[in-house]
C-alpha cells in the first residue's frame, strides 16, 4: 500500500510537471525579425517555417517559408503542426491567426516598441526553448548594453537628427517607432517626434524647416554622396550611415546598431 505522504509527493510532482511551460519542438516565425529572435533564444533547431526574407543567421535561409507580404500560407502552417507560432500584430494580418488559435495552435505576439522590451520578449521565449539559459542570457547582455550607453552619453548635449528612409519620395519615423528609440538614447532628437502616423512621408520643405544637425541613413557610405547632393545647397550638415539590418529589426542586434550610432552622432570613436 503506497503511504499517504508518498502519494502526495507524487500528486505534487505531477501538478509542477502540468504547470510548467514544455518547450516547442516546432516553432513558426512569421517576419524576419522574429526569426533572428528564436535563433537567439535557443530556437533556431526548432524553427520548422519562417518569413520571406528570413536571411539571418544564414541557417534561416534553409528553412521553409510560409508567410510573405501578400500574407500566411494557412495550409502549410497547418500542415507543419507547430506547437509555437511566433507573429506580431504590425504586420501580420489578424484573421488568419485567429482562426490558428482556435485550432489549438499557440500564437504568441511581439511587437517591441524599445530596447528594453526586446531583452523582455527574449524572457518571455526562454520557457519556450531547449536552451533557456541562452535566451536569459541574450536578455541579460541587452540590459547591460542598454545601460552602458545610457551611461555613456546621458549627458551628451542633444542633436537634431533626421531619419531618411528612401528619397523619391522620403519617407522619415516618428518618435513611436523603435529607430527613433535608438536614436534618444544616444542622445539625439528625432525632429519628426511628432508626427501622427509611424512611418510618415514628407517633402523637401518640411525637413529644412526643422533644420537638423545631421542626417541618419540606414545603408552604407556608397549612399552617402548621394544623400548630400539631394540636399545640396540648403542643407549642409553630415549624413551618417547605420546597417540597416541591425537598424530595422527589432532584435539583439538592434543594440549593434545603437552603440555604433551612438559612436557617430558623439563624434567619438572609442
Known amino acids: 500500500m503506497i503511504k499517504p ?6 500528486l505534487l510532482l505531477l501538478l509542477a510537471a502540468c504547470g510548467a511551460q514544455a518547450a516547442a519542438q516546432r516553432v513558426i516565425a512569421l517576419s524576419p525579425s522574429l526569426a533572428e529572435m528564436a535563433y537567439a533564444a535557443g530556437l533556431g533547431d526548432n524553427l520548422v517555417g519562417v518569413s520571406a526574407n528570413a536571411d539571418y543567421p544564414p541557417e534561416a535561409k534553409n528553412i521553409e517559408q510560409v508567410s510573405s507580404w501578400q500574407g500566411l500560407n494557412l495550409e502549410r502552417i497547418i500542415a507543419l503542426k507547430p506547437d509555437l507560432i511566433m ?22 505576439y511581439f511587437d517591441p516598441r524599445n530596447l528594453d522590451e526586446i531583452a523582455d520578449d527574449l524572457d518571455r521565449l526562454a520557457p519556450y526553448s531547449p536552451q533557456p539559459a541562452l535566451a536569459e542570457k541574450a536578455a541579460a547582455d541587452m540590459r547591460s548594453g542598454i545601460s552602458a550607453l545610457k551611461t555613456r552619453y546621458g ?11 528612401g528619397q523619391n519620395p522620403i519617407f522619415t519615423a516618428s518618435g513611436t517607432t523603435l529607430q527613433s528609440e535608438v536614436v534618444t538614447l544616444c542622445r539625439g532628437k528625432n525632429v519628426f517626434a511628432d508626427s501622427p502616423v509611424p512611418w510618415p512621408q514628407v517633402n523637401r520643405e518640411q525637413v529644412l524647416t526643422r533644420r537638423p544637425d545631421m542626417i541618419l541613413i540606414s545603408g552604407d557610405n556608397r549612399e552617402v554622396e548621394n544623400v ?3 540636399w545640396s545647397p540648403q542643407l549642409d550638415v553630415p549624413v551618417i550611415t547605420i546597417n540597416a539590418d541591425w537598424f530595422q529589426r527589432g532584435t539583439p542586434r538592434l543594440l549593434k546598431a545603437a552603440e555604433e550610432l551612438c ?3 558623439n563624434g567619438t570613436t572609442g
Open 87 to 108: 507573429a506580431w500584430r504590425g504586420g501580420n494580418p489578424q484573421r488568419p491567426l485567429s482562426q490558428l488559435e482556435h485550432l489549438g495552435i499557440k500564437v504568441e
Open 228 to 230: 548630400k547632393r539631394f
Open 155 to 165: 549627458d551628451k548635449p542633444e542633436k537634431l537628427i533626421f531619419l531618411q528612409f
Open 263 to 265: 559612436e557617430k552622432i
Open 5 to 10: 505522504t508518498l502519494r502526495l509527493a507524487g
